[in-house]
């Protein structure tokens, strides 16, 4: 499934609807309105010169794109992600420029789970030196599993911080002023992200989570007082378009567990360049939890879902379809094809395992015309 199909999904239905439409005139055979309105009242369907036709917009829904996990060392990579961000972004930002020419595209959530990577925020704004550059691009030891470490600028504020394994990225992608769902302020959509969050960690795994005059979300673990980020924010906006989100630490170490900077991501930067402050995520407060009481660990992935239907219902559309498999890896080549850099370390790689994964999916799903 190419970008264009998918975002023209909505102007498919709504044709499908004017047919509907046009049958039941057909079989009526009069002008009497359409079943539901009084007799004498304008009906909104009607043909008759006094009241144009009107198509009824089918229901919108969130169109959410989950990047797997192939297995714990072939993960996405950030640079990939970012790229089909760019992508969906670009489909709206053509919708703004010409609605008449282009159908208009459903807002989505990109979910994935990033190769190790430290990202570098506006406010970052003096290089890092050669040594800084080596620290942070040494390898990381995860389950067991050696991992390469890259670094990135992002036009998010703020300073340094981390995305890698054991953690969620979740960055919807819509138009933050589009009257086809709840609109917001650029204030309301960073609280939007905030407290789709907050009810996620609640719902899920019965976490008090709060916000703070830092940005993020953060809690407390156990009876301590200390506050500590458990997911991180950063959004850039583009004539109102959304990019970035956040990322929820489920399973990885906290800044304070006593772990090498090998095994530690945490311990090589301040994060997000608030001194004196913590990480920790959800393995650990489910931890202290009253025993027999808290609810289990969840998957990334089932996280990703929660936080999808979570969003969805407070954007008010109506519902989620998951973008999985094959339709995928059409995305992301489509992607890579349409951005400047083309394909860069790991991607392509990336996408084959992808593929190799699904064995016969991609076949199958064409066949069912999916």
């Known amino acids: 499934m190419t970008i264009q199909r998918l975002v023209s999904y909505d102007y498919e239905l709504s044709c499908g609807f004017e047919s509907i439409l046009n049958t039941r005139r057909s079989v009526n055979n009069s002008s009497e309105p359409v079943v539901g309105y009084p ?6 369907f009607s043909t008759s010169p006094a009241s144009p036709s009107f198509t009824m917009p089918p229901p919108l829904r969130l169109q959410h794109i989950h990047l797997p996990s192939p297995s714990p ?13 760019s992508l969906l972004r670009r489909h709206h930002l053509n919708f703004k420029d010409s609605p008449s020419t282009n159908p208009p595209p459903p807002p989505f959530l990109i979910s994935f789970t990033p190769l190790p990577i ?8 003096s290089p890092l030196s050669p040594q800084e550059l ?13 991992l390469p470490v890259t670094t990135s600028h992002s036009p998010r504020g703020g300073l340094t911080t981390y995305h890698g394994p054991g953690q969620v990225v979740l960055w919807p992608v819509l138009d933050i002023h589009s009257k086809r769902h ?7 959509y960073s609280r939007l992200l905030e407290n789709t969050t907050i009810a996620t960690l609640e719902k899920m795994f019965r976490i008090r989570a709060f916000t703070t005059e830092d940005p993020g979300v953060w809690t407390r673990v156990g009876d301590g007082k200390e506050e500590r980020k458990i997911a991180a924010l950063g959004v850039h906006l583009r004539r109102h378009v959304s990019g970035l989100g956040t990322a929820i630490n489920v399973d990885m170490p906290g800044t304070d567990e006593v772990l090498s900077e090998r095994e530690n991501p945490w311990r090589r930067i301040v994060a997000c360049g608030i001194e ?23 998957g990334t992935e089932e996280v990703a879902d929660f936080w999808g239907r979570e969003l969805s219902e407070r ?4 519902g989620v379809d998951k973008i999985s498999g094959g339709r995928v890896a059409e995305l992301l080549e489509e992607a890579v094809v349409r951005s400047e850099e083309g394909w860069e370390g790991g991607e392509e790689g990336y996408v084959e395992e992808v593929r190799r994964g699904l064995g016969g999916w991609v076949e199958e799903a064409l066949d069912r015309g999916v």
């Open 39 to 44: 007799r004498g009242t304008a009906s909104p």
């Open 118 to 125: 430290y990202t570098l925020g506006r406010r970052q704004s």
């Open 73 to 85: 060392t072939n993960l996405p990579p950030y640079s990939l992600a970012s790229k089909l961000q």
């Open 315 to 318: 954007i008010g559309v109506d």
């Open 134 to 146: 080596t620290r942070l691009s040494r390898p990381l030891s995860y389950q067991n599993q050696t």
């Open 276 to 298: 004196g402050k913590t990480v920790t995520c959800v393995r650990e407060v489910v931890a202290h939890i009253t025993a027999g009481e808290g609810p289990g660990l969840r």
């Open 182 to 188: 709840k609109t917001f302020t650029v204030r309301c």
